[in-house]
């Protein structure tokens, strides 16, 4: 939880106090970076959980010293390899029992929440920023010091990467980034076009999605289910409208705390669909490929917001997350064609 504050609040004020090239490198190696849990493991072994808190704790370090361009990217780099592999330490620990990866899961958007909470306080000193971000980090310290790994975490399970097969989880991957960065990227770039910082509502809209996924995550999944061997379609049509209204900030005047209300809201509810996607990479053992594909999709979400103009940037990554989704489910449905219903049917069950 306490991880989950510090990521998500330094990702909303990204926006206005890292430049492109930075915010582009945190949003794309937060999750790229967690490609190194196993070297992290396999070298540090019990320490690997210390290992991670102190490196993002010297990344804040860096990134609360005024510098540079060239250290500001050092410090994002440390502080982006710490989150990422202190979550996938974290998240692959607690899914060896269903309660934990339950709780891991409640604990991250708990923390997305509070993150929001942190962002309505529209007066924050990039000192004092950091120097909370650091504090919440250091509360990690004590958990890391007892952490020992389970077997699951061991270094050979570890290293044992999905089969190459599974590259179309790539695709997936990227627009799975997209959907999801626009809370933290189309979102405040959209206000920003507008207003000349950041307006203390932004971090309610933070916590708007946090809460609606939270609680309507379930209730679309069992409807999803129901649907039988449609269940694939429903997701997908609820996941593609959420693509379409991703293209329309303007339209919504998401500069306005009503569009960006009525906006938020709907996108959310699109990505409780994203769940089943989940559920069909990890039949193909390809979860780990997808996870880290994401940050292609969140770097290029950053990207093409910093340096496009509206509303061209938002539109222009609406059409490239529903190219990859359909691509995705042709290439899926040639993969699996003997086998489709009936992965619907036992996801059903």
């Known amino acids: 939880m306490l991880s989950a504050i510090v990521l998500f609040a ?27 849990t196993p070297l992290t493991l396999l070298l540090f072994g019990p ?36 989150v990422a592999v202190l979550g996938s330490i974290v998240k692959k620990d ?14 991250l958007n708990v ?18 920023f950091y120097l909370l971000l650091g504090l919440l980090l250091l509360l990690c310290l004590p958990a890391a010091w007892r952490f020992t790994p389970s077997p699951a975490l061991a270094p050979a399970a570890a290293l044992t990467m999905p089969a190459g097969k599974n590259t179309l989880w790539v695709l997936a991957g990227l627009m799975n980034g997209i959907k999801l960065f626009a809370v933290f990227s189309v979102l405040p770039q959209a206000i920003l076009a507008h207003h000349s910082t950041l307006p ?3 971090g ?25 061997n449609k269940a694939l379609w429903v997701s997908l049509l609820l996941i593609l409208s959420g ?51 994401v940050s292609a999709g969140a770097g290029l979400t950053v990207c093409v917001m910093r ?22 489910l042709w290439l899926y449905q040639r993969r699996h064609k003997e086998r489709f219903n009936a992965l619907n049917n036992l996801y059903e069950k």
């Not at 607690?94 to 891991?104: D, E, K, Q, R, V």
């Not at 569009?259 to 390809?286: F, K, P, V």
């Not at 340096?307 to 995705?328: C, D, F, G, K, R």
């Open 243 to 293: 693509l379409v209204i991703l293209a329309m900030p303007d339209v919504f005047r998401v500069y306005t705390f009503a569009g960006a209300l009525l906006w938020l809201t709907l996108l959310s509810i699109a990505e409780c669909g994203l769940s089943y996607l989940d559920y069909c990479a990890a039949q193909d053992n390809a979860l780990l490929v997808k996870e880290i594909s």
């Open 307 to 328: 340096y496009l103009p509206a509303p061209y940037n938002a539109e222009l990554l609406s059409a490239i997350a529903i190219v990859a989704l359909l691509t995705w």
């Open 47 to 82: 320490f690997a959980l210390r290992v991670t808190v102190f490196a993002a704790l010297a990344g804040i370090a860096l990134l609360a010293v005024p510098a540079g361009p060239g250290l500001q990217m050092v410090g994002v780099i440390l502080f982006g390899y710490g």
């Open 200 to 202: 203390a509502w932004y």
């Open 204 to 228: 309610g809209m933070i916590i708007l999605n946090s809460a609606v996924v939270a609680l309507l995550q379930l209730p679309i999944m069992k409807l999803i289910a129901r649907s039988g």
């Open 94 to 107: 607690a899914a060896t029992s269903p309660a934990g990866a339950a709780n891991n899961k409640i604990m």
């Open 10 to 36: 330094l990702l909303g004020q990204a926006n206005v106090w890292l430049d492109a090239t930075n915010n582009i490198v945190l949003a794309t190696g937060y999750r790229l970076l967690l490609i190194l």
């Open 111 to 128: 923390g997305s929440l509070c993150a929001g909470v942190v962002l309505l306080y529209p007066h924050w000193q990039p000192l004092h």
